[in-house]
């Protein structure tokens, strides 16, 4: 396997720059995750390192070697597109049996790859079938089945999953995570939806604008977002920005009194996830107007407005609220992310 | 008239000749023109794109007539001296740039139709330029230009009568001659029509089992 060192990538399309000095580096066997809005820069990024695309500057490096300008068939890695991209003049067997054989191995390793692939990925009955014959979820095996047949150093997904109703994405990320996990291939992973970033990755590499915003675990980028950006892209509901008056380096919420970040100004946002909220008397904590209350089974949501800014929180499915209700919230303080109102950027720590 | 059996059969080798030689030329031209119409260098594509667009706006005995004249006059100033092209090579020249024009703009929509993607995932699995071209592009092409390109190849078929006017003796030439010589034109032309009913005929029996055997799965029931 090998790691990869994305060193200050710049692209540009004209005048328009799609990627700004983008740097990252993806450790062996990691699975990284390129997370953004669509038009972010992230399948730009890939398709630079998978060198269907080329840079305008910076350096790729895949294991100890630098790629850049190298074609993609001499970087040592497969890609699985958005697409499928199965070839539709081939049967299952020879479109995983492909890539083998243009590297020239012997008919005995390519029909033991071939099988091998076919077994982790539960494809073994439709070998002799042509891809017009299967699902939208059976061609998306055959690709990602081709595509780790080769063994390659790196694998690179584009969105793999997004042609794929909901219930088939939950079980083929299901079946990707146990797949990737067992071969250990190092992946960069290209998706716009966030809880497939989170439930596969290893870290994820936050975009927005042709920059990297963030870059952790998925628990740490969840809980702690280093940009207003993140904490709204990231998490359903997303993130609540409260614009919150900053008194003796306090910001006072009812009852409580929670210190700032010093470097903080007159004004400062609170961040807040929907769920890091209890029920509380209307007197204490967050004063909530609730305009929508919606039972969701598991738990309540409920959209309304703090200090008059729009918000949405989560409580146990077992509270009764109703519309038109003024309720009080009790913001969990270790969960809560300080936020310069000009620039959006997290402060790196509270006030002890 | 049985006494032009003999001639309409000769005739008929040279229109099988021009036919199969034209084809051929006409096909290999016709692809390398599509793939550089789809160049991304804007020169090359635009040259590509105003030689199909002339061709396909001048009538066919026009230029086989250019071809003809054009290179006699070209032969003569090369050497100093007055030199004729043969009938045959010009007719094959003609009908061989003919034929690619068509045949260029058929491959072209038939390529274009071939998903982005298929080239993408080619190259990400270690093929080269020429290896996504014949393992990935052409298979997949081939089905989808084959039904025009049969088509194309019947009104070539067709186009072979048009050679008949610099003095090729073809199927065409044959009938003009008997039907002069005997003064009896409606049987004469009435054979002629007969074998090129019968060349097409067999053409789209032929064409069909192509079809057939070249379709893609994804277009098999």
């Known amino acids: 396997m090998a790691n990869i060192v994305i060193d200050r990538i710049r692209k540009n399309f004209g005048a328009f720059q799609a990627l700004k000095d983008v740097s990252l580096t993806v450790n062996d066997g990691e699975f990284v995750s390129l997370l953004g809005p669509s038009g972010c820069g992230k399948t730009t990024l890939l398709r630079i390192i998978a060198g269907l695309e080329s840079e305008s500057a910076g350096d790729i490096r895949i294991g100890d070697r630098s790629v850049a300008g190298l074609q993609p068939k001499d970087r040592g890695l497969a890609m699985v597109f958005q697409n499928y991209a199965v070839f539709p003049h081939m049967t299952v067997f020879e479109n995983v049996a492909f890539g083998l054989r243009m590297q020239k191995a012997d008919e005995a390793r390519v029909s033991q790859q071939v099988q091998k692939a076919a077994a982790l990925l539960h494809i073994e009955p439709y070998l002799d079938r042509y891809p017009n014959k299967l699902s939208g979820g059976q061609r998306q095996r055959v690709a990602v089945a081709r595509a780790l047949a080769v063994e390659p150093k790196v694998l690179l997904m584009d969105e793999p999953l997004s042609n794929l109703d909901a219930l088939l994405r939950l079980e083929m990320r299901t079946e990707l995570k146990t797949v990737l996990q067992s071969s250990g291939t190092t992946t960069i992973y290209v998706t716009h939806d966030q809880t497939e970033a989170m439930g596969l990755s290893d870290r994820i590499a936050v975009m927005h604008d042709g920059e990297i915003e963030q870059v952790g675990d998925p628990v740490d980028i969840y809980n702690h977002p280093a940009t207003r950006f993140v904490g709204g892209f990231i998490g359903n509901p997303p993130m609540n920005f409260?614009?919150?008056?900053?008194?003796?380096?306090?910001?006072?919420?009812?009852?409580?009194?929670?210190?700032v970040p010093p470097e903080s100004g007159p004004e400062i946002i609170l961040g807040l996830r929907g769920e890091a909220v209890a029920l509380a008397q209307a007197s204490e904590g967050f004063q909530m107007r609730v305009r929508v209350?919606?039972?969701?089974?598991?738990?309540?949501?409920?959209?309304?407005?703090?200090?008059?800014?729009?918000?949405?929180?989560?409580?146990?499915?077992?509270?009764?609220?109703?519309?038109?209700?003024?309720?009080?919230?009790?913001?969990?303080?270790?969960?809560?992310?300080?936020?310069?109102p000009d620039s959006g950027k997290a402060y790196l720590a509270a006030a002890a | 008239m049985y006494a032009f059996v003999d001639q309409f059969l000769s005739g008929l080798k040279n229109t099988l000749l021009v036919f199969a030689l034209s084809c051929a030329f006409g096909t290999l031209l016709g692809l390398l023109i599509a793939v550089l119409r789809n160049s991304t260098r804007k020169s090359v594509s635009s040259?590509?794109?105003?030689?199909?667009?002339?061709?396909?706006?001048?009538?066919?005995?026009?230029?086989?007539?250019?071809?003809?004249?054009?290179?006699?006059?070209?032969?003569?100033?090369?050497?100093?001296?007055?030199?004729?092209?043969?009938?045959?090579?010009?007719?094959?020249a003609a009908l061989t740039v003919v034929f690619s024009g068509y045949a260029a703009e058929i491959f072209r929509g038939a390529i274009n139709a071939v998903a982005p993607g298929q080239r993408e995932a080619a190259a990400a699995l270690g093929l080269s330029n020429a290896q996504i071209w014949f393992l990935i592009i052409i298979p997949q092409m081939i089905p989808i230009a084959l039904p025009a390109f049969c088509n194309l190849c019947i009104s070539l078929i067709k186009d072979t009568s048009l050679i008949s006017v610099v003095g090729l003796t073809d199927v065409m030439r044959v009938a003009y001659i008997g039907a002069g010589s005997l003064r009896a034109p409606l049987p004469f032309y009435l054979a002629a029509s007969a074998i090129y009913l019968a060349l097409t005929s067999l053409s789209l029996l032929s064409f069909r089992l192509l079809e057939r055997r070249y379709s893609l799965p994804a277009m098999k029931g």
Not at chain 2, 59 to 83: K, V
Request: net charge neutral.
């Open chain 1, 242 to 259: 409260i614009h919150m008056p900053v008194t003796g380096g306090h910001v006072i919420v009812g009852s409580e009194r929670f210190p």
């Open chain 1, 293 to 340: 209350a919606e039972p969701m089974g598991s738990h309540l949501l409920l959209t309304g407005l703090i200090e008059n800014q729009p918000v949405r929180v989560i409580l146990p499915a077992t509270e009764k609220v109703a519309s038109g209700d003024v309720i009080g919230l009790k913001p969990d303080p270790a969960r809560i992310s300080w936020l310069a």
């Open chain 2, 47 to 92: 040259c590509m794109r105003a030689y199909t667009g002339i061709i396909r706006g001048v009538p066919e005995l026009l230029i086989i007539l250019l071809t003809y004249f054009g290179g006699t006059a070209l032969l003569s100033a090369i050497t100093g001296g007055y030199i004729e092209i043969n009938a045959f090579a010009a007719g094959v």
